[in-house]
Structures are given as structure tokens and as C-alpha cells.
């Protein structure tokens, strides 16, 4: 079975790579500099239809792009936007919802994210925020990655039909947002929703647009992270390769090498977890088995294969000045996205019942 990239996503790759790194800002919570290099490049049209000057491609794409900013633990709003937001509108929304969203993200001029966990509640297939006929939204939202820069937030919410995916300016009467903090610094909200008023995106009530919002955040996700583990396993044997003590390198060291084929072997492991689940999704196959897999894997084995490269690389390794930092932080606030290692081990435990 071949696990490879066919010709797209690896052209996607590498273009991505070229742009991240010649551009990429690594003290920047939010790389604006990145994100418009990403734009001019065409990459941020991915998801776009083909008659707003995209390139009509889903989910493998967008993640082959996400593993790269991953990889380069870019600070740009590619899940937020992409993910959580292109790929749902183009795929659900009217034509008049594509055509007032889309093009300014395929130009990198406008941003959209989405709202999904709720206090206590990561990423509910059932929101306790309520949307009213009319249409307006009453709940709490948190987690909203770049909420106030977003020009619309996709927000889940619970009708008197059944559960939607609805539109909201974050600016409107009725929205109150307040900082949260961030791992990276990435700008992240939570947000009070009182009677905020909201359009219903396309026209499904039944639940099907917003299952198709929670996976398709739930794979960039696993994507952005898949990337993350292999940038600091990279960055990891390259230290362990080129760092010499007691006149030989570090890598040749026994305890050393168990300890980073250690994190090989979790970071293939998420690798090929987050592949079977994005195919499955890209493919029209049912994903939620791969998609709940896949996440379980990312928070437990992440985390720690971390850990362990921070030790490896001593001292350095918890220095400001160097990237390492950024990778851990990167997966910290991905693993807290999808609500973390005991969360997703419970979601697995409650669909085997």
C-alpha cells in the first residue's frame, strides 16, 4: 500500500516549504508577512471554486499545505481560515455566501474561523449554544482561534430542527469576546453570545453541515500537528547529528538513540494516522473511527515525544532564541484544541459501547 503523496499535494508541499521558509517570522504570534507569501504564492485559493479563481480541491490539499506550516511552526491562521472556514463554505455554502467569502481568502485579505467547544464541552456533536428563528445565536463559545481579525466565525449551534452551521460577525450587537491565552501567543477568543444575530450558512438544519465543519477541523488539525512532531524531530537529529561531547556526536550515543528513535516512531505513528484519517475524508469514506484514532494518538504520544527532545537537547532546547519552543507550543495548543489526551481516549471508549 503506498502512503506517499501523489503529484498535487507533493507540488503543494513543496511549494508551501519554499515560501515558509524564506518568509516565516519565528517570533511572530501572527505572521502576516507569511500569510500574504502564502496568498501571492496561490496557495490559500486551495479550496476555492474554480469560478472565484480557485483551485476546487478539499481536504488532502489543505492538509498537505497545513503539515508544512506545521512543520515550519508558522504563525498563520491557515486552520483557522482553511480548514474551519474555506473548506466548509465552499463545500455547504450559497453561492452568494462563496461569493461574498471566498475571494478575499484566496487573496489572504480576509480570515475566517470557526466556534465549536463550548465551557467543559471540546468540539460537542450536540452545542448547548442555541440559535432562535430569525436567526440568532444565544451560548458560549471558547477556543475561537483569531476571532476578532475574522470577518465571519462558523459557528455550531442547536436549533428547533436540529443543529447548523451559522455565519457571525464577531463585530455584531450581541457578541462579547475576550482574550484567552495561547501557547504560542496565536491570537485565540472566547465568545458570549446573547441574542447575537447570524445567517444561516447554506441551508442544512439536519446536522450534516456541521459534522462536515468538526471533521474538516478536526483533520487540519491532525495535519498542522503530524507537521509539528516531524519539524522537531528534524530540528532534533539534526542537533543530535551536528553536537559533539566527549569528542563524538551525540547521536552516536546508545541512551541517545533509543531515545530519539523513540520519537521517530511516535512521529510516524501520528504521520500515518492523520493520512488514513484525511484520505478517508478526502475520499468520501466514513472517517469518524480514523478521525477519533488519529486524535487520540496525536495528544498522547505528541506531548511527550516533546518532552523527550527537549532533553535531548539539553539546555538549549528551553532557550528562547532557539525554535525548538515553538514546536512544543505549537502541539500543546493543537492537543488542547482537540481537548486533549483524556477527552479523546473517552470519545473512542464511548463509540466502542
Known amino acids: 500500500m503506498d502512503f506517499g503523496q501523489d503529484e498535487i499535494a507533493l507540488a503543494i508541499s513543496g511549494l508551501a516549504g519554499d515560501v515558509l521558509r524564506k518568509e ?16 501571492k504564492a496561490g496557495l490559500l485559493a486551495l479550496p476555492l471554486p474554480a469560478d472565484l479563481d480557485g483551485d476546487g480541491l478539499g481536504i488532502a490539499e489543505a492538509a498537505a499545505l497545513l503539515t508544512e506550516v506545521g512543520r515550519h511552526a508558522a504563525g498563520v491562521p491557515a486552520l483557522a481560515t482553511l480548514a474551519l472556514g474555506a473548506l466548509t463554505v465552499a463545500e455547504h455554502g450559497t453561492a452568494g455566501q462563496r461569493d461574498a467569502l471566498l475571494p478575499g481568502v484566496g487573496a489572504g485579505t480576509a480570515l475566517l474561523t470557526a466556534a465549536l467547544s463550548e465551557p467543559g464541552s471540546p468540539l460537542p456533536e450536540a452545542p448547548a449554544t442555541r440559535a432562535t428563528p430569525g436567526w440568532s445565536l444565544t451560548g458560549t463559545k471558547t477556543a475561537v482561534l483569531h476571532a476578532t481579525r475574522a470577518d465571519r466565525v462558523l459557528v455550531t449551534a442547536t436549533t428547533p430542527d436540529g443543529i447548523g452551521v451559522f455565519l457571525l460577525d464577531p463585530h455584531a450587537e450581541g457578541v462579547t469576546i475576550a482574550a484567552t491565552p495561547t501557547s504560542t501567543g496565536a491570537p485565540e477568543h472566547t465568545l458570549t453570545l446573547a441574542a447575537a444575530p447570524a445567517e444561516l450558512l447554506g441551508t442544512d438544519t439536519t446536522g450534516a453541515t456541521a459534522d462536515a465543519l468538526r471533521a474538516n477541523g478536526v483533520a487540519g488539525a491532525l495535519a498542522l500537528g503530524s507537521g509539528a512532531l516531524a519539524g522537531a524531530l528534524e530540528l532534533t537529529t539534526e542537533h543530535l547529528r551536528t553536537r559533539h561531547q566527549f569528542g563524538k556526536p551525540l547521536a552516536t550515543f546508545q541512551a541517545v538513540a533509543q531515545q530519539i528513535a523513540e520519537v521517530y516512531v511516535a512521529a510516524r505513528t501520528v504521520e500515518l494516522s492523520a493520512t488514513s484519517a ?9 472517517a469518524a473511527e480514523d478521525i477519533d484514532i488519529a486524535a487520540y494518538w496525536l495528544t498522547t504520544e505528541a506531548p511527550s515525544a516533546l518532552r523527550t527532545c527537549h532533553h535531548l537537547h539539553g539546555g538549549i532546547g528551553v532557550d528562547v532564541t532557539y525554535p525548538l519552543h515553538r514546536y512544543y507550543a505549537t502541539l500543546k495548543d493543537i492537543a488542547r484544541f482537540l481537548g486533549g489526551a483524556g477527552h479523546r481516549l473517552d470519545t473512542l471508549a464511548a463509540k466502542e459501547r
Do not use: I, N, Q, S
Open 24 to 39: 516565516c517570522d519565528p517570533a511572530a504570534g501572527y505572521d502576516e508577512r507569511a500569510w500574504a507569501a502564502l496568498a
Open 278 to 286: 484525511v484520505w478517508r475524508l478526502a475520499t468520501g469514506r466514513d
